[in-house]
């Protein structure tokens, strides 16, 4: 008989050790944009690859934590937790130097590089004139969904993790609106921008898969172990009667991004603010069985403070 006993993470680091990070980061990030805009794509990749992989030891060491509490209660043998690993690192890559390049790439290059799935639900949202949330995890280059929706004309309001610095969040919005996008920060005027969506027929997109405000979050289940999520998004999708819509992305071969939205989440009818776990439910479900189809490619991996599994038999 198999025993698992669940073990809440620590602090993945102390806050102030995690600012100086962050603002290193940045600052590097700053250079690499604008390389990104001024080199070609596989130049891009190498920079990262140089630069990312010496520097990713203690990312790997949670990753591979995370690896074997959602997958080593599966049967997934040690090479096989060990391959995923391999194929995220080689992943972390390509999501880096696409996400430097995303508002340099060109029509043509949008064109051949994500591919849409359900536009049209995009649209008949849009055609009842109350918005749209789109709702997504941390998979593929993520950041293609709402560039891409920005490049074919819709007007796209993005909801952004905060930051320790104020020049950081400065910098961001300063890109975004140089682009025609609006970013809102945790924390700092979030409500007011679905709100603003909602009225003004706007598409809101964020991601809900990492939970930044830790005083407000559950632990939902998440295949053998459990994530912490902040239901904020989905409280504010029901107080707003914005419909919310969960859309997936990865990486469908070596060259292009595959997106999809899917149907509503939640059906008419049934908007509540006493249903927000059940619809970031919902939202997890659906982010783990895209985990299920493409292990390597949910950036998570290295950064979500998931329960650890022990196994005894």
């Not at 706007?202 to 809900?208: M, N, P, Q, R, S």
């Not at 405000?213 to 029901?238: D, Q, V």
Request: some cysteine; glycine content about 6%.
């Amino acid at each position: 008989m198999t025993i698992r006993r669940k073990v809440r993470a620590d602090s993945i680091l102390p806050k102030r050790v995690q600012n100086f990070f962050i603002l290193q980061i940045f600052l590097a990030a700053k250079v690499f944009i604008w390389l990104a805009a001024r080199l070609k794509e596989e130049q891009v990749k190498f920079l990262v690859r140089v630069f990312y992989l010496p520097f990713s030891g203690f990312n790997r060491k949670i990753c591979k934590r995370n690896l074997a509490s959602v997958f080593g209660s599966q049967g997934r043998t040690p090479a096989e937790l060990k391959q995923i690993h391999r194929a995220y690192l080689e992943y972390m890559v390509r999501f880096q130097a696409e996400t430097l390049r995303c508002f340099s790439n060109t029509p043509g290059e949008w064109r051949r590089k994500v591919s849409l799935d359900g536009e049209n639900i995009l649209q008949d949202a849009l055609n009842k004139g109350s918005g749209i949330m789109l709702v997504s995890g941390h998979m593929g280059t993520w950041w293609h969904i709402p560039c891409l929706l920005l490049k074919r004309g819709y007007k796209v309001n993005v909801v952004f993790n905060s930051f320790p610095y104020p020049s950081i969040e400065n910098y961001l919005k300063q890109i975004a609106a140089k682009h025609g996008m609006t970013l809102a920060f945790v924390d700092k005027g979030v409500p007011q921008l679905i709100r603003h969506a909602a009225r003004n027929n706007e598409v809101v997109y964020l991601t809900f898969d990492v939970a930044v405000r830790k005083r407000h979050t559950n632990w939902l289940p998440f295949g053998s172990t459990k994530i912490n999520i902040n239901p904020g998004p989905a409280t504010l999708a029901m107080r707003n009667k914005i419909p919310a819509h969960y859309v997936s992305s990865y990486y469908r071969d070596e060259k292009q991004t595959h997106a999809i939205i899917h149907p509503e989440t939640m059906a008419e009818g049934k908007i509540s603010r006493k249903n927000s776990n059940d619809l970031s439910r919902q939202w997890v479900e659906k982010l783990y069985a895209d985990i299920l189809r493409h292990p390597e490619q949910w950036w998570g991996w290295g950064f979500s403070d998931l329960p650890r599994v022990r196994v005894q038999k």
